[in-house]
């Protein structure tokens, strides 16, 4: 599976913004679909999973009622939906596909190249 995420950029805090991440090469809904994050000098976080049949999602405290991650199957993306920005969301935002639903990095197998999301104060 090759992932390209898209959709970075320079927001304000409080601001929104939607990545994208289309994928191709293989079935796209026999993979789980996650987002992480990696602000400079800070390992690598998690920040949102959807499940094979899309009908399951997590999110950690730090971004949960503020973004939302979803599938167009139709058009092998997902997205994630980030609202009420803060200057603590900067960071690259990295796409990845697996086979299990879960929130561990080292479960996913496929990864995107990443995309930089800044949030000024």
């Known amino acids: 599976v090759q992932l390209q995420a898209s959709g970075g950029g320079l927001v304000q805090a409080g601001g929104s913004l939607r990545l994208s991440c289309v994928a191709s090469g293989r079935t796209f809904n026999n993979y789980a679909m996650g987002w992480f994050r990696q602000a400079p000098g800070k390992a690598r976080d998690f920040v949102a999973v959807i499940s094979r049949s899309r009908s399951l999602t997590t999110y950690p405290d730090s971004v949960k009622g503020r973004f939302t991650i979803s599938t167009d199957n139709a058009q092998s993306t997902v997205y994630l939906q980030m609202n009420s920005l803060k200057p603590e969301d900067t960071a690259v935002y990295y796409c990845?596909?697996?086979?299990?639903?879960?929130?561990?990095?080292?479960?996913?197998?496929?990864w995107g190249q990443g995309t930089l999301v800044t949030v000024s104060s």
């Open positions: 990845a596909a697996g086979g299990r639903y879960t929130t561990d990095a080292s479960r996913f197998d496929y």
